[in-house]
């Protein structure tokens, strides 16, 4: 009979290895598009970090635009500006918001709120909407007023007919609007409840609605990084659901989507596509986060798997049958990026470059080192498809010392004269870029 | 001198002599470690979310109990109670000390990687180490009123 080493010591040898181990992460470069360079996981004593201070904008500081194109503050001051959504008549809407609250669970879950703190994630959120009108499209608004106020945590925002969707953390509230309303103070009602609950780990509920507007769609997170918290609580999670706007009946449209942080439907081939925050701690290149085609019933893999069928061992017990059905995302956007937002382009007001396409914001890693994120990219699009490699659009939201972080771009929306919109949560500004010579 | 003259003369007489302070927390701290390979034993054996989470609270309070054990036993040797260092069982104690602070960055981890396998076998490790250091008394010093009875 062959003799193995016996495998508890080679477990605890392996233990001392990692203490010594270098894990700086790759070049991202390797991680864009459909096939991108994936590591063997890795298990950590403590997981590699980089968390910068967030320090916001100084007096005439602002992010860099790619050439061509120039930055302006649209708006500064606001609490936690999250997402952002253009009305018919061109007014802007912000929801400043930010996570419910969770109790620590674990010990690490302390340094965990550390950590956020830190990086400017802990602000408390205004759980409103505020309204900008910017009626002569000169970029200073000439109306600022509390639009909806005392909501949950809401995130997803979207206007069918005469009606208007705020998707708390909890439930889909709607309000009824009508066109060049500066204040809603008619109480909501609400449509559908969202899975939330007492943990609530992964609390945005992004939302967008089908070109007819029968149907809305709601990205649901995952209630942990990898089932830590256990599978009672993941019940309806880590989902993208459709939601009846006019009964309020929900079906899960799509599963195992980590955190699908951003949904919007591709104008051309009126495909719905998300963004997906992946998995964590297992290495500084894994996993990729990713744009997707969304399959009606399909599913993505989390938590057992990655990018198609790479299993993840530490979910107990492994399911190898739903493994083998996980779908391949269409196009990696590289490691711990946190894409928050996608707004597909409608034709060429910033760029030729831009006219087909999609824009990503990426909050930007902390579980990484080099960081990776912090910027807004886009993504171009033939036949309804991402291809090439992203393009940097607006970056400089880190400091050059890569130790300090201006802001975060999180929403984006284009506003009635095509300029683009970023909501930026930490130095709680809305940013608008637009071409340096206006386009005809 | 004199005080350890009062010292000998309440050891040899019925009055009580001075206790080490740091055993009961010595002892406190060293189950509450143990009891963390029973917690991490039915987490493997159940895959229930809730006993990882115990062992995980278990590993750190026992550390913390146990780090609170190691200041009394400065104060005992400072205060004259403690005689002669217990080698053995301190050796004991420190190892298994070192690979519980091992063990809780191990239980950071999430999920079935902060039990299984590494985890699992820390845990035991260390009881192992601590139930021998334990049956010969909760104790990292020979107290002094013992040492001056010999």
Not at chain 1, 59 to 67: D, I, R, Y
Not at chain 1, 194 to 203: E, I, S, T
Not at chain 1, 380 to 396: E, W
Request: hydrophobic content about 40%.
């Amino acid at each position: 009979m062959r003799t193995t080493s016996p495998r508890p010591i080679a477990a605890l040898l392996s233990v001392v290895a990692l203490a010594a181990c270098n894990s700086k992460g790759g070049d991202p470069d390797r991680q864009y598009g459909p096939n991108p360079y994936l590591p063997e996981p890795r298990a950590y004593l403590m997981p590699p970090m980089s968390v910068p201070k967030a320090v916001g904008w100084k007096a005439g500081e602002t992010p860099t635009a790619s050439a061509g194109l120039k930055v302006e503050a649209l708006a500064t001051g606001l609490e936690h500006p999250r997402t952002l959504y253009t009305l018919p008549n061109g007014d802007i809407l912000v929801v400043e918001t930010n996570s419910p609250g969770t109790e620590p669970f674990r010990p690490k879950d302390f340094i965990a709120g550390k950590v956020k703190a830190r990086a400017g994630a802990g602000a408390k959120g205004g759980n409103r909407i505020t309204l900008l009108r910017d009626a002569n499209g000169d970029g200073q608004p000439e109306l600022r007023t509390v639009f909806v106020d005392h909501l949950y945590s809401p995130y997803g925002i979207v206007l069918v007919g005469d009606t208007l969707y705020v998707a708390d953390t909890d439930a889909i509230i709607a309000f009824n609007y009508a066109p060049g309303m500066t204040q809603i103070t008619s109480p909501g009602v609400k449509l559908a409840d969202l899975p939330a609950g007492r943990l609530d780990h992964h609390w945005t509920k992004s939302m967008t609605a089908s070109a007819d507007g029968s149907k809305l769609y709601v990205g649901v997170g995952s209630n942990s990084n990898i089932t830590e918290n256990g599978m009672d609580v993941e019940a309806g999670r880590a989902a993208i659901y459709e939601v009846d706007r006019l009964t309020g009946a929900k079906r899960i449209f799509a599963s195992g989507t980590r955190n699908p942080t951003g949904v919007a439907f591709e104008p051309e081939t009126q495909q719905l596509f998300a963004v997906v925050n992946e998995r964590d701690e297992i290495g500084p290149d894994l996993v990729p986060d990713y744009l997707t085609s969304i399959r009606e019933g399909g599913f993505y893999g989390w938590p057992y798997s990655y990018w198609g069928s790479h299993v993840d061992v530490r979910v107990h017990p492994q399911r190898p049958d739903l493994v083998a059905q996980a779908i391949k995302p269409d196009y990696a956007l590289s490691s711990h990026v946190a894409p928050l937002s996608l707004l597909f382009s409608e034709g060429q007001h910033l760029s030729p470059g831009f006219a087909k396409g999609v824009f990503i914001s990426e909050h930007g890693s902390w579980d990484r080192s080099p960081l990776n994120g912090y910027q807004v990219i886009f993504v171009s699009f033939i036949d309804g498809r991402p291809v090439g490699k992203p393009i940097p659009v607006v970056t400089g939201f880190l400091g050059e010392d890569n130790e300090t972080v201006h802001g975060r771009p999180v929403g984006l929306a284009l506003d009635r004269s095509g300029a683009l919109l970023i909501a930026d949560d930490v130095g709680n500004t809305v940013w608008r870029v637009s071409a340096t010579q206006p386009r005809t | 001198m004199r005080r350890r003259d009062e010292q000998l003369r309440g050891s040899i007489g019925h009055a009580r002599p001075r206790p080490l302070l740091h055993r009961g927390f010595l002892a406190a701290g060293g189950v509450l470690l143990i009891a963390a390979f029973v917690t991490d034993y039915t987490y493997y054996a159940t895959a229930l979310w809730q006993w990882a989470n115990f062992s995980a609270w278990l590993i750190t309070a026992g550390l913390i109990v146990t780090f609170i054990a190691v200041i009394l036993l400065l104060i005992d040797a400072a205060t004259g109670r403690a005689g002669r260092l217990n080698t053995s069982s301190f050796i004991l104690f420190a190892a298994a000390a070192l690979l519980s602070l091992v063990n809780a960055f191990v239980h950071s981890r999430d999920a079935w990687a902060s039990v299984v396998p590494q985890g699992i076998l820390l845990s035991a490790l260390s009881s192992v180490l601590l139930l021998i250091a334990g049956a010969s008394g909760w104790s990292l010093a020979i107290s002094r009123a013992t040492e001056t009875n010999k």
